[in-house]
């Protein structure tokens, strides 16, 4: 598998991409060249400079160092978000298909629930009903996104189910825990895996939309969908402040997409 991944030049170069933006958002306080909420009215909206390499906002705040500040709301919380979303999805999927008749029915039907209305949609009515702030996103997008999972690793683990491995391990009273963890586990790892890294980007744009619209990481917090919140007022006098944040979760997202393609291709080749 290293070896496909390190001929694959997409795969490569969208890694690095992914890495060296979480490097760079680990670092922060060291590569950032000012304090990303430190405002001064007398340099708002400066142009490009050794100070603000990127200019100013209309706060007088560097872009530069809100962009690097921003990688940790936008891209760790989507890591984490993902990471909880496919814990929880994989558990229940995987119990689901293995154990089929009525706990499937019912897990399936609520599943079903779950998947008949906009993800977008409910996210918002939960975070709604809740009230703004970053936790209520995260917690409203695991809520509604593992229902996906759930039904896609089910799949997965039925298909397994007839392998002879896997009836050899019943038949000889092997215990269900010992043959999902050590049978089933590995074999659907690469599945989700891929699924992991398609859906990153999705979670990304998901977080930083509500951001935007003033539901998710709250000012003056630095956070990619919050600075394209306060660009858009200024947006005929000044459209260069949307392009740093805007290009940001574009290459971030498409990165996360492409290598997630580039993996299925390494992973399963029999899906090209």
Same mark, same amino acid.
């Given at each position: 598998?290293?070896?496909?991944?390190?001929?694959?030049?997409?795969? !490569?170069?969208?890694?690095?991409?992914?890495?060296?933006?979480?490097?760079?958002?680990?670092?922060?306080?060291?590569?950032? %060249?000012?304090?990303?909420?430190?405002?001064? &009215?007398?340099?708002?909206? #400066?142009?490009? =400079?050794?100070?603000?390499?990127?200019?100013t906002?209309?706060?007088?705040?560097? &872009?530069?160092?809100?962009?690097?500040?921003?990688?940790?709301?936008?891209?760790?919380?989507? /890591?984490?978000?993902?990471?909880?979303?496919? !814990?929880?999805?994989?558990?229940?999927?995987?119990?689901?298909?293995?154990?089929?008749?009525?706990?499937?029915?019912?897990?399936?039907?609520?599943?079903?629930? $779950?998947?008949?209305? %906009?993800?977008?949609?409910?996210? /918002?009515?939960?975070?709604?009903?809740?009230?703004?702030?970053?936790?209520?996103?995260?917690?409203?997008?695991?809520?509604?996104?593992?229902?996906?999972?759930?039904?896609?690793?089910?799949?997965? !683990? &039925?298909?397994?189910?007839?392998?002879?491995?896997?009836?050899?391990?019943?038949?000889?009273?092997?215990?269900?825990?010992?043959? *999902?963890?050590?049978?089933?586990? %590995?074999?659907?790892?690469?599945?989700i895996?891929?699924?992991?890294?398609l859906?990153?980007?999705?979670?990304?744009?998901?977080?930083?939309?509500?951001?935007?619209?003033?539901?998710g990481?709250?000012?003056p917090? #630095?956070?990619?969908?919050?600075?394209?919140?306060?660009?858009?007022?200024? *947006?005929?006098?000044?459209?260069?402040q949307?392009?740093? %944040?805007?290009?940001?979760?574009?290459?971030?997202?498409? =990165?996360?997409? $492409?290598?997630?393609?580039?993996?299925?291709?390494?992973?399963?080749?029999?899906?090209?």
């Amino acid at each position: 598998m290293l070896k496909k991944l390190i001929k694959d030049k997409i795969a !490569v170069i969208t890694l690095i991409i992914i890495l060296t933006t979480m490097m760079v958002g680990v670092f922060a306080e060291e590569i950032a %060249p000012n304090d990303p909420d430190k405002t001064s &009215i007398i340099s708002k909206y #400066a142009e490009g =400079s050794q100070e603000f390499p990127l200019g100013t906002d209309h706060l007088g705040r560097c &872009i530069l160092s809100r962009l690097i500040y921003g990688i940790r709301p936008t891209v760790f919380l989507s /890591l984490l978000t993902m990471l909880c979303t496919i !814990v929880i999805g994989t558990a229940i999927g995987m119990i689901s298909g293995y154990a089929r008749g009525l706990l499937d029915e019912v897990i399936m039907r609520i599943v079903d629930i $779950m998947l008949s209305f %906009p993800s977008q949609v409910m996210i /918002l009515a939960v975070v709604g009903m809740m009230g703004v702030g970053i936790r209520n996103v995260i917690i409203a997008s695991i809520a509604i996104k593992w229902a996906w999972y759930a039904r896609m690793i089910r799949s997965t !683990v &039925i298909k397994y189910n007839n392998k002879n491995y896997i009836l050899y391990a019943k038949t000889i009273g092997t215990r269900k825990s010992f043959i *999902i963890t050590r049978h089933m586990l %590995p074999n659907i790892l690469s599945e989700i895996i891929v699924l992991a890294t398609l859906d990153t980007g999705w979670v990304i744009i998901s977080i930083s939309t509500l951001s935007f619209l003033g539901l998710g990481v709250q000012a003056p917090a #630095a956070e990619w969908g919050a600075m394209l919140s306060e660009a858009k007022n200024v *947006i005929t006098s000044h459209p260069t402040q949307m392009l740093a %944040p805007g290009l940001a979760i574009l290459i971030l997202v498409s =990165s996360f997409n $492409m290598l997630g393609d580039s993996l299925r291709d390494i992973l399963d080749p029999k899906e090209v």
